[in-house]
């Protein structure tokens, strides 16, 4: 199956920007089940994109633009050739064993409702891995709502479960503190999704968690839709959560009031300009901008 994603992000600033730097991961890599036939970032002012890799293996761009700036546009477009691998991950870029993965963070750090959840669900399953991250899977998506208004960027997920609300980071926050919590090695993923409802303009990209099994390698699940990745999933980043797979991650100097707009499309086909027309956001801050990009 063949992908057409264009990501657009528009920023409009009350008082011109003297300085934008931002980190970049919006680009794809090759693995099993996921070739990348073209990818290229676009910006709206002369600035030149210095490529790399972060500590995870994500694709890195490094922007940096002097001002005066009231406005910037950046635009990701490309098409992947995606297969379904049963969400079975062969041939990525691994810069950490496994063992990694298993370091909480903030936004994962368990609590007791999150730990007897993941212990009762292990028992239930005979203590078999596999078995276990596949009802966490089945769990989260029947018992959590899918809800983009009880949560933000820096809700952790004993608040989102506790709740029972929250976005695909949340899930998948979730997901991941629960998988540790039974020394499972876990992570989150950021990327695309096409959607089966041909819902082809989105708000955001999407995030779904990648658990470790031993003997089979990484496996990815998506709890916001109940299912392990497919060819429907572009994968772009990982990280312990979404701070290390963000998209847009900065900061900048002046500028008082900043507005985001993002607008997403994805389709199996090239579909042409979007012409929906744009929605912006409420000020955001530099860490905040990341987690919005990847909340659908």
């Not at 676009?42 to 994109?49: E, I, P, V």
């Not at 790399?52 to 922007?63: K, T």
């Not at 399953?125 to 959590?144: E, I, Q, R, S, V």
């Not at 109940?226 to 979404?242: F, K, M, W």
């Amino acid at each position: 199956m063949l992908i057409h994603v264009r990501h657009r992000t528009r920023y409009h600033y009350d008082q011109p920007v003297q300085s934008i730097i931002q980190a970049l991961r919006l680009m794809p890599r090759n693995h099993e089940g996921q070739y990348v036939r073209r990818w290229q970032i676009d910006l709206d002012h002369d600035s030149t994109l210095r490529p790399g890799e972060d500590a995870f293996g994500n694709v890195l761009h490094m922007l940096s633009l002097d001002g005066p700036l009231s406005d910037l546009c950046l635009t990701v477009e490309g098409e992947v050739d995606m297969q379904d691998t049963n969400g079975i991950l062969r041939g990525t870029c691994e810069r950490f064993p496994p063992e990694f993965y298993l370091r909480e963070t903030p936004l994962t750090q368990p609590d007791e409702a999150i730990r007897d959840f993941a212990h009762t669900t292990s028992g239930k399953c005979g203590g078999n891995a596999l078995k276990t991250l596949h009802a966490f899977l089945a769990a989260l998506h029947l018992d959590m709502v899918f809800d983009t208004q009880q949560t933000d960027t820096t809700t952790s997920a004993a608040v989102a479960f506790a709740m029972k609300r929250g976005v695909c980071q949340d899930l998948s926050h979730v997901f991941i503190a629960a998988a540790r919590v039974l020394g499972i090695p876990a992570r989150y993923v950021g990327g695309y999704l096409m959607r089966s409802d041909d819902a082809i303009h989105q708000e955001a990209g999407h995030a779904w968690s990648e658990a470790y099994i031993p003997g089979l390698g990484w496996v990815g699940f998506d709890p916001a839709n109940g299912v392990c990745p497919t060819e429907s999933h572009i994968r772009v980043g990982i990280g312990l959560d979404y701070l290390g797979a963000a998209p847009i991650r900065g900061a900048r100097l002046g500028g008082a009031t900043e507005n985001m707009a993002v607008e997403v499309t994805v389709a199996d086909s090239y579909q042409g300009e979007p012409t929906h027309q744009i929605q912006w956001q409420k000020p955001a801050s530099a860490i905040e901008q990341a987690g919005q990009q990847f909340q659908a």
